[in-house]
């Protein structure tokens, strides 16, 4: 530091004090110090920076990007960064002539933070023409990196701007945000395809339902970052699941597409939950499962809790008998389950019925002439449990001795259900409620 003037030299504490007590008497707070014989002394000023005559001019990058979706609701590709590699850059030109010592040139990349919404800035301690960055940043995802090299002013000399994918690279952005944002008016539109991910389309179907912004922020940051938390809920891909990024929806032929392709964001969600509910195994979401992606009642209890922040849940299930055919269920058994779901329903429980899939078969009833079209076909003694519904609720708000008119949520849309009691007691196996 050099002062801009002094003619004397402070020899000791006291006089300091009284030089001190001057300038605050005398100055009143302006960059001037007085001493006792009246000289000035101004603000201490830095030695001046030397600034180099040449600037980093512009950077390259050494290592080959990867392809991955260009969000643009296409199907395109675009190159760009991966989570989790490393890849290196160098200072391609300069201004003027190149720096003497290579060492002057600094390094830093900055992004946006989508989830803080803030601008993250990163500077090196390493110094020179080449530069090697390991990027595992999951914020960084979805987002473009600005790569920076210079000698002064990082903010004027060379700059490179890069594509980072995301997380789950291989599906489109644009679309599963049109997915998603569907939901919040037809949250039915969940969809387990030709997945056996019942379970999970149900507690993401209750979700869009009764908290569409948490089932949004949910959706789209696994598909951005790969980690997620709902409720008390949390998922990070890189636990177990990193399998799953490999799934891509245009090129593998696994990818599940009875009719129409699975939609993009049901796919991550209901992925991500039943890969991390297996344990030890692993689901692929591949079209050719059945044991990996099926739910248990203890399993769907879990997540009714976690994710839908649910506080009282129930199992009333039967994983080994149905409940309505066998001679100690008694006579009605059928009705009085139906009437006491209703109930449950109507003081705003949540239910999910444990099915077996002949419940929702159609069939053809004449009846005075007239071809209508009824619910449920009636099981044998060896069928099972195989498929998780949602109940909302009788049709009309009134159960019939003969004939059950109710509504369930599943495979993407609300059905109305028309069944005779023999067929629905054949393929009931209770069922799980909660709120």
Known sequence: ?????????????????????????????????????????????????????????????????????????????????????????????YTKEEPTSKSVVKWMYKYHNLKDNKWEEVYSKNTGENYAVHFNEEEMCGRFIYIRAYIDDEKEEGELKVWKHNRFRWFDRKIIKNEVNERETKPYLADQNETPTCGMAAIYYLLAKKEFEKYKKFVLELHQTGVSKCNSYSFDVSDKSLHLLKMNPNTNTKYPNYKVKMPYCDWISFSCMRDKENGVRNYDGENDESFDGSTLPRELVKVTKEILGFTSVVDNTNVVFNKGTLFWDGENSSSREIAKMEELYSKGYSIVMFINTKMLEQRKETIDGKVVIKTGVKSGLLSTFEHWVVFEGVIGGTINWDEFDFKVFTWGEIRNIIINPEAFGSNFYGYVYGK
């Open 1 to 93: 530091m050099i002062f801009k003037s002094s003619k004397k030299l402070i020899e000791n504490y006291e006089e300091c004090e009284t030089f001190t007590n001057k300038y605050t008497e005398n100055i009143g707070g302006k960059s001037e110090w007085v001493s006792d014989n009246g000289t000035f002394f101004g603000e201490p000023e830095d030695a001046p920076k030397s600034k180099s005559e040449t600037k980093v001019k512009e950077i390259e990058l050494l290592t080959d990007l990867d392809d991955g979706s260009a969000n643009d609701g296409t199907g395109g590709l675009q190159k760009g960064i991966v989570f989790g590699k490393t890849y290196k850059f160098k200072v391609k030109s």
